[in-house]
């Protein structure tokens, strides 16, 4: 199967009805970047930006986080890279960073982190921007922001990139060709403003690894409460199954970059909501390429209504049912 996999490294991931799908992969090392060639992904969807951070013993300066930046998109080629503005705080506290002016966090997923954070230590954000600016010169820069929750706090990271980026055209650096903004949809509040957020956006990508643990109130890394819930769930399927529809009616592109994209009959379903990009990891790549080349979109967007409009007790046991029948 494995074998099976790997052959399927130069297979484009395409419906049986001739439904492109984007399959990209999550990374967020260097070296990681060797993912792309050997699965044959159309991408980066996710880097996550913090684990230079995370592994560094003091903050990472502009010139070694222009360098990463630079390191992976020319290893990327011409295949597109989503960075990810820092996701630290919370449960991802630095050494180095002074974390206390807050005090001690009771919930840390729920505190001080990833976006809020870097509103606040703003100089920490432009260092950011500045070496994101810098490596993507002469090409797209694409950046996502991660635990937006009301749309003004996208607007000030976009308008805290756009003053960088005049900062240093004034300085005359060379610039980005084009800049894209997203934002990250992890935070459940968001899903109610889209009418607001959507116009302001480049793209939109679904993190829901924490949007589980918000809908459902319960520790992503708990384990008892892992096996409780289940991202086949009517909740969570209606859910994306609304954003998606809303971002699809505004145009603009919309991809879920968390772990539930990296199982087969989880993408298979998302497939059926209308999501037509994932950012998953790399070893996902083979078996979610060959799910997608078995499946008739048409026929999983049918089956997904009727299962969402009156589920079953196990809406899980009921897609796989499906999906046995139709081979998939
Ligand atoms: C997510 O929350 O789904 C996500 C992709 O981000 P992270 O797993 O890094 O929190
Ligand atoms: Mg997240």
Redesign the pocket.
Known sequence: RRAAFAALKGEVPVTKDGQRITVMV?AGLRDDVAALDLTGADGIG?F?TEFQFLISATLPQREGQRRLYRDVLDAAGDRPVTFRTV?IGGDKALPYLDHDENGDEENPAMGWRALRLALDREGLMKVQARALLEAAAGRTLSVMF?MVSEPWEFDEARTLFESQRTWLEARGHKLPLHVRYGA?L?VPALAEVLDILLPKLDFLSI?????TQFLFAADRAHPRLAVRYDWLSPSILRFLRRVTAEANAAGVPIAV???MGGRPLEAMALIGLGIDRLSITPAAVGPIKAMVRSLDRAAVTQAMAQLLAKPPANLRSALRDWAEAQQV
Do not use: A, F, Q, V
Not at 207 to 211: C, E, Q, V
């Open positions: 999550n996710l996550r996701d991660p990250m992890e993190g829901t690894n924490d949007l970059c968390g772990e």
